[in-house]
């Protein structure tokens, strides 16, 4: 997915909210933000908005020595994520469908993204349970998914936030977990889940765990490792969750299912789909 005009005042309030995770030096703050400024005037808006954030967040990185901005903010995340799962856990286990219900949950996680909003929505978060056990979905993209997952040899999982990972591990609760390998990013970029991330939550307990050695947001190919490539060729069934996997997949030659809410009008246009929508939709390969 190319990049659009409304991008380009997202990529400057990040890239602000980013520095005012670790600095309240004006002067540090002016300077990192002129280079963000000078960078963004030179993208090329044929690329995918998080090829521009990881140049983003390697200036921010590179000023102000920080190597992980939202270190803290991801730790909250994961803490907030496992006790809000305590209670979602005998919720899935006690519907009618534990597979659809673990999957709402899962996007619901979703809500967990500090690129759109350094700040969640707490009304959302107070409400969490019963927003996400009653929360519409595409119930034919459900069963689609639902026969992928039976018939696949091996799933690769692409995680997408700290926190949100705590959710994508009750949805793997429902898969056959042997099958499923789950990939975090190689290096800290936003509050996206590291290694360390997803074994906070819990997920080495229950799939392989690798890394997909870039630093920037989503799944750009030609940054990933060798390994992960080989993986992401061979695996039968992908699974991809958040916005930034389908900004940098959607058009991939492979078969994936993107996972995620639509969080803003760029995503809802190329998606055909209204912001606040939870996405469960299917792309066989090829520009779709």
Not at 110 to 128: C, E, G, H, P, V
Not at 132 to 158: G, M, P, W, Y
Not at 206 to 224: H, K, V
Not at 252 to 271: A, H
Request: with cysteine; proline share 5%.
């Amino acid at each position: 997915m190319q990049t659009y005009l409304e991008c380009i005042p997202c990529f400057v309030r990040q890239a602000y909210d980013a520095l005012r995770q670790v600095t309240d030096d004006e002067e540090l703050m002016h300077r990192a933000l002129r280079r963000v400024l000078e960078a963004s005037s030179e993208f090329e808006m044929n690329l995918s908005p998080p090829e521009m954030a990881r140049t983003i967040h390697r200036i921010i990185r590179e000023e102000t020595g920080a190597t992980d901005p939202y270190a803290t903010i991801k730790a909250e995340s994961t803490a907030v994520a496992l006790r809000l799962a305590e209670s979602a856990r005998p919720v899935i286990n006690g519907a009618d469908d534990p597979f659809k219900m673990a999957l709402r949950f899962s996007i619901a996680g979703n809500i967990m993204d500090f690129a759109l909003t350094s700040k969640w929505d707490r009304m959302n978060l107070s409400t969490f349970l019963d927003d996400t056990r009653l929360h519409i979905l595409d119930n034919d993209a459900v069963e689609q998914l639902r026969t992928a997952v039976k018939n696949a040899r091996s799933i690769l999982f692409l995680g997408d936030n700290a926190g949100e990972t705590v959710f994508d591990r009750l949805l793997i609760e429902q898969m056959p977990q042997a099958k499923v390998v789950y990939a975090v990013k190689g290096a800290p970029i936003i509050n996206d889940a590291t290694m360390a991330d997803a074994v906070a939550a819990g997920l080495d307990e229950m799939a392989e765990l690798i890394d997909n050695g870039s630093d920037a947001p989503g799944t750009l190919l030609p940054l990933c490792s060798p390994d992960f490539k080989n993986r992401f060729f061979e695996t039968e069934l992908i699974i991809a969750k958040g916005q930034a996997n389908y900004e940098t997949l959607s058009e991939s030659d492979r078969p994936i299912f993107f996972l995620t809410q639509v969080k803003c009008p760029v995503i809802g246009r190329d998606l055909g789909k209204p912001v606040g929508s939870w996405v469960v939709q299917y792309h066989a390969g090829g520009t779709p």
